[in-house]
């Protein structure tokens, strides 16, 4: 039984190197890669595509400058109003040539075609300027088409790096009070939905609305009467039933969506947790459960078909009552003499071209305000400024020997409940520290201190000497090491996971960094070495593995200041084994800041920092503290009683 | 196929509004199944499911075709009315323009049915189509998720199915649409014979350009979509690790990195811009060629006298008409050519049968005294994997606790996965009060044995119906009770909405210790004879450690236990300990007695103390 499909990795799209796989974004639907259909397409597609230049965006911790915070539609275009200039020309061309052809024919059957005018030279003219007409159209629209995809591609682009640079320089606060789905939005739709505004939107408003104007104008300079009948039909009732279909679509697709993601989001879960499922019988159960969220799906899905069902054939009705509308009230004026035949068929010919302007226009204007607030909300982004700027006049740090001292330091992510308070704390120089307490004593936040994720509200943090806020934010990074509680992996190589912090360095040195945490074992395993990609949410590597890998990247930065939050999640005995000695490597000549959530880490330490409540508590060896009584000693008698099973001989107690 | 619909025991109402999610629908099971012969096209494997609905299918398609019908008379008699009323005043004017009114009136609200009626059509056979795969997924065996991505199974779901689902039922509408082209040659026909071809001479081309547009612009749209998720995937990994990146001062490179993507998507989108700047106006003007062609070809029939005026509008008309359902034929082609790779998609999900099934005649296991026997048993995860077990031999008497202890890949997950029949044995045989578990019917077998997993998963519901799990008709007293034996109602009172609270990945996130108890209350509530556990207690604070064992001890009073221990503390929890090595039992007896006779014991555990040091 072959599963051809199943199980093949996703494809890179990358044309340079150094890129990273696509996997499924954060937000949205799932995309699981190229359908193997058009795969041949796509790489024929690659082949043409040229080197692109090194990328050379500067990144500064600086605030947004002042055009980022005046952000609006106007100035993405006006950087480059040249091709803006161009494609509204462009338009305005194809709105006049495209126009051409129903006055045309009529002016042919006028005067070549009906009884005393017959004269083919006359229709072979009129036709031969039709052709023309429909050669300058087509040549427009292809040229218009091509600018505004370049100007969309230019400001799109242009906006994307920006819009992450900023993203960059704000600070952890930003990022744990908003959603990561909402800042995941600023950096996707919103910036997509100007794409069709610019690539298209802009260019149709101007055109289609031009095309109302030139209609109208042959249409009067033919029957002044008819045209303003004919307007007067058809346009108040198509403008009110497209607002109404725009807006009603518009609710029916969020229906939809919603509908789609609780599908999937029911299919996920059902997946995720199959053994769950099975191990409490709930088979039965769910698929009658998925039945009325696939059923609230269709429900949706119908609830569009009625919009569409009612707004096509309608317009379509519309045009053909107005059809007959023409006949009738034309017709009489042609018996009449009021109207030449000709003018006739070109007011009929005429009548559906009011249609899709009409109908673009109010489309184009929904997508006008989407785009507008997408706007607006990049700019509130912009305004937001990184909560631990940099000082123009920063220093560099130099090299440092490893002190840190907190000095009456408080804190609070939110200014009525502080978190730390007044602790003072002198860490010497190749010292580890042990910060041991509670969940929520502020043990974690400290060491946030240390890295200047946060700013002290009152009080300094000092490395060397140096207020940290004085020193410039890279300098003071790249002689820290942080290895996270979560050990996060970049999809990529393990390559460029473990060097992380200097990339292009020999693989010997990567090696030398695998070697120190044990990991070389692991990597060789490993179907491409050094090269085997990882992904985040891939399965491929334990838990265990994944904090190795995390340890021998710090290893690799060679920090001179070590800060590492340690994990809580499972780990099995021999990952757990090797965890330690990696630490030990680790620790090895450096000042290092250990958050412990276990006593047996603690006691690695040099000194252990008992933290209650945001103060420092206790302070001392491991020895001393537990001669001197108190919350340590407290603790780890608890620790000793708990984890010693009952029939623990004598000799296997390791404390 | 059939499936249970309603299944509603006695539900609590509460007045909190936790109470599980009802389970009855209104809508119904899906009523066919895909052709099982894999020899047949997959259109021919299709047909059963569009055959279901085949009432309002070919309702829809012949009310479509009655309009069009309709519709392709309208140029015909504005022809007649401009030749004859007009141009030659003979016959009334009014008369037809009252025969225009009713056909524009009946065109639309026949038209309207029908696209009723198509859409309808067509949501609910992908309604079928997504319940089907749901409920053949929800047959298959551990063996099949164990080989497949649960990732590529929902990308299957999501778009595999909407692009078969819009081939089945729009590709009958393209074609009703077409086949009023002929309707519309006659007319022009009988209007005249040269000037009908020279009106039909551009839409071929129509056709056959929009085949070639949407062939090389498919490709460029979904390089900008795999560019898209790439230019998302660096701004998640940047959100999601942005502790990492800002500690190692890494903004410089990252933003090199999103640049170089969006690059790469700059490109992609100037590429697409330049095919439909290549394509789109041609497709486009075309017809208007047409129209050039019948005005000259027509004026010169015309000035001959062999053609009325009205002629040049009826034949414009047609061409205007005609041009759309050519254009959309091109999109037939394409979509017929991604459905097919689709359908062969779904179809590989739905040809594959599920490995442990009811044997004919199983009968159902009830009040179970918890007599489990592992007799002989051998096994292996695919048919020519490395054997995990081996000729195993273990016997737990009603009531005991045994704890399976051993080095990685010694095989003691396998035993647990064996006992609720995930897996079935290669050979020899898992007893339960003395019957094969092939004898037995899933649902009683699994029904009898609670499982405690290593990392439980909880679903995105409230806490209540997550512990109602195994028995959603469970009243809120009874899941209080549960979790207050679990040690756990304390913290769920403490959470936003107390057993109101969403959890699981699309909701409030819950610390390990707290979902270990939370599943531990979802057994609890089962009370089953037998029990399950794939320790998980490791590496949390030795306090929350303390309460889950606690709340274990109270799980485990009165029910056979089966415990895979990694670590020295569970172990205590059991009456008895046996030794796994190289898919055997090695050793058995209490804790004392390995220790003493059994050097691989000592060895397993001096290995927990060394990590614990």
């Given amino acids: ?655 | 196929m059939s499936v249970a619909t309603d299944e509603t025991g006695g539900r609590a109402a509460s007045a909190d509004g936790f109470v599980p999610s009802g389970n009855s629908s209104r809508h119904q099971a899906p009523r066919a199944w895909i052709d099982p012969d894999r020899s047949r096209s997959w259109l021919a494997r299709a047909l059963p499911i569009v055959l279901a609905r085949k009432l309002t299918l070919f309702s829809a398609l012949g009310l479509s075709f009655v309009s069009l019908l309709a519709q392709v008379q309208i140029p015909s008699l504005l022809n007649s009315a401009v030749t004859d009323a007009l141009e030659h005043h003979n016959g009334s004017l009014g008369h037809y323009v009252r025969i225009v009114l009713a056909l524009a009136v009946a065109a639309g609200v026949i038209s309207y049915a029908a696209r009723l009626l198509l859409m309808r059509t067509a949501y609910a056979i992908e309604f079928d189509l997504r319940n089907m795969i749901y409920e053949h997924l929800t047959r298959m065996s551990f063996s099949f998720y164990d080989r497949v991505q649960s990732g590529q199974l929902i990308s299957r779901a999501n778009s595999d199915i909407r692009s078969v689902q819009m081939y089945l039922t729009f590709g009958p509408n393209i074609l009703v649409q077409c086949s009023i082209a002929v309707v519309a040659f006659i007319y022009m026909l009988t209007i005249d014979v040269p000037l009908a071809f020279v009106a039909m001479l551009t839409l071929p081309l129509v056709f056959l350009m929009g085949v070639r547009m949407r062939r090389s612009l498919f490709p460029v749209s979904w390089l900008i979509q795999a560019r898209l998720a790439e230019v998302a995937t660096i701004v998640d990994e940047n959100i999601n690790g942005v502790r990492v990146v800002k500690s190692f001062a890494a903004e410089q490179r990252e933003l090199h990195q999103l640049q170089g993507a969006a690059d790469r998507l700059r490109w992609a989108y100037i590429r697409d811009a330049d095919l439909r700047a290549r394509f789109t106006p041609l497709v486009q003007n075309l017809p208007q060629v047409g129209l050039a062609l019948i005005l000259l070809a027509g004026g010169y029939l015309v000035i001959h006298g062999h053609l009325g005026v009205g002629a040049i509008l009826a034949f414009s008309a047609y061409v205007v008409m005609l041009q759309a359902p050519f254009q959309m034929l091109g999109m037939l082609v394409m979509l017929g050519q991604r459905a097919a790779a689709s359908a062969a998609r779904i179809y590989e999900v739905l040809d594959e049968q599920p490995a442990v099934v009811d044997a004919p005649g199983a009968r159902a296991l009830d009040r179970c005294r918890g007599d489990v026997r592992f007799d002989g048993v051998s096994f292996a995860y695919s048919a020519d994997g490395p054997p995990v077990l081996a000729d195993l031999h273990l016997h737990l008497h009603p009531g005991q606790t045994v704890a399976m202890v051993g080095r990685t890949g010694s095989g003691k997950t396998t035993v647990a996965r064996l006992l609720p029949r995930f897996y079935d044995v290669s050979a020899g045989g898992v007893l339960v009060d003395g019957t094969d578990v092939r004898e037995l019917t899933l649902e009683s077998l699994r029904g009898q044995i609670g499982l405690v997993l290593d990392e439980p998963f909880l679903f995105s519901v409230s806490v209540h119906d997550n512990i109602a799990y195994g028995r959603p008709g469970a009243t809120r007293e009874q899941v209080r009770r549960a979790a207050r034996a679990a040690g756990a109602d304390e913290f769920i009172s403490r959470l936003p909405d107390g057993y109101g609270t969403v959890v699981g990945e699309r909701g409030y996130t819950l610390s390990g210790g707290q979902r270990q108890r939370i599943a531990i209350a979802r057994t609890l509530l089962l009370n089953p004879p037998i029990l399950v556990l794939d320790d998980a207690t490791s590496a949390i604070d030795v306090q929350v450690e303390q309460e889950i064992h606690e709340a274990l001890r109270t799980l485990m009073q009165g029910r056979t236990t089966l415990i895979v221990a990694h670590r020295l503390s569970t172990i205590a929890l059991a009456d008895r300990v046996v030794l796994l090595d190289g898919g055997r039992i090695v050793a058995d007896g209490t804790h004392a007695q390995l220790l003493e006779t059994s050097p691989l014991y000592v060895e397993v555990l001096a290995r927990a103390q060394e990590a614990k040091r």
Wanted: proline content about 5%; glycine content about 10%.
């Fill in chain 1, 1 to 655: 039984m072959s599963f051809g499909g199943f199980g093949q990795g996703a494809p890179m799209f990358g044309g340079g190197g150094g890129s990273r796989a696509a996997a499924a974004p954060g937000g949205g639907l799932p995309f699981a890669g190229i359908p193997s259909e058009l795969q041949e397409g796509v790489d024929a597609l690659l082949l043409s595509e040229p080197e692109h230049p090194e990328p050379s965006a500067r990144f500064s911790h600086l605030p947004a400058d002042a055009q980022s915070k005046q952000l609006n539609l106007r100035q993405l275009i006006f950087r480059h109003w040249r091709l803006g200039a161009l494609a509204v020309a462009l338009v305005c061309v194809v709105s006049v040539t495209n126009q051409l052809g129903p006055a045309l024919i009529a002016l042919g059957i006028n005067h070549g075609m009906v009884p005393g005018h017959r004269d083919f030279g006359v229709v072979l003219l009129c036709g031969a300027l039709f052709l023309l007409a429909v050669a300058a159209t087509a040549g427009a629209q292809s040229a218009q088409a091509m600018v505004s995809g370049r100007l969309a591609a230019r400001v799109m682009n242009d906006l994307r790096v920006r819009v992450f640079a900023h993203l960059q320089r704000l600070g952890l606060d930003y990022y744990t009070e908003e959603k990561a789905g909402v800042i995941m939005t600023r950096m996707t739709s919103d910036i997509e939905n100007l794409q069709q505004l610019l690539q298209d939107g802009l260019a149709q408003l101007v055109g289609q609305a031009l095309t109302m104007v030139v209609i109208t104008a042959i249409l009067f300079t033919m029957s002044v009467e008819l045209t303003l009948i004919t307007i007067a039909l058809v346009v108040p009732i198509l403008t009110l039933a497209t607002v109404w279909f725009t807006r009603a679509s518009q609710e029916g697709y969020e229906r939809v969506r919603d509908g789609i993601a609780g599908v999937l989001g029911d299919l996920s879960e059902s997946l995720h947790g199959v053994r769950t499922v099975a191990a409490h019988n709930r088979q039965r159960w769910n698929v009658v459960e998925h039945r009325n969220v696939v059923g609230a799906y269709r429900d949706a899905n119908n609830y569009t078909a009625q919009i569409n069902a009612l707004y096509g054939p309608g317009t379509q009705m519309l045009g053909y009552l107005g059809q007959a509308a023409l006949l009738g009230i034309g017709g009489e004026m042609v018996l009449h003499h009021h109207l030449s035949i000709g003018a006739l068929v070109a007011f009929f010919l005429y009548l559906n071209r009011f249609f899709a302007p009409i109908q673009l226009l109010v489309q184009q204007y929904n997508t006008f305000q989407q785009g507008q607030s997408s706007v607006r909300k990049l700019r509130t982004l912009f305004r937001t400024d990184p909560s631990t700027p940099q000082r123009p006049d920063a220093a560099e740090l130099p090299p440092v020997r490893g002190e840190i001292v907190f000095d009456q330091v408080s804190f609070g992510y939110l200014p009525q409940t502080p978190v730390l308070r007044e602790v003072s704390l002198s860490i010497a120089p190749g010292e580890t520290v042990a910060f041991v307490g509670q969940t929520g004593a502020g043990k974690s936040t400290a060491a946030k201190l240390i890295t200047r994720f946060y700013d002290p509200t009152e009080g300094r943090v000092l490395i060397d000497g140096h207020d940290l806020r004085e020193v410039t934010l890279d300098s003071l990074r790249r002689q820290l090491g942080v290895v996270p509680q979560e050990p996060f992996l970049f999809a990529g190589s393990l390559r460029e996971n473990i060097a992380f912090a200097r990339p292009r360095v020999a693989d010997e040195e990567v090696w030398r960094a695998v070697d120190a945490v044990g990991l070389r074992e692991v990597v060789e395993r490993m179907p491409d070495g050094l090269d085997t990609v990882v992904h985040e949410r891939g399965q491929s590597l334990s838990s265990g593995e994944r904090q190795l890998i995390a340890l021998a990247r710090a290893f690799h930065a060679q920090p001179r200041v070590l800060v590492l939050d340690e994990a809580t999640s499972n780990l099995d005995l021999l990952s757990e084994t090797k965890v330690e000695a990696a630490l030990d490597a680790l620790l090895e000549q450096r000042t290092a800041v250990l958050i412990a959530h276990r006593l047996t880490t603690a006691m690695k330490a040099d000194r252990i920092v008992v933290v209650d409540d945001g103060r420092v508590v206790q302070s001392g060896s491991h020895d001393e503290l537990l001669e001197q009584g108190g919350p340590y000693a407290q603790m780890y008698e608890t620790w000793v009683s708990g984890s010693e099973p009952d029939a623990e001989p004598g000799s296997g107690s390791d404390v």
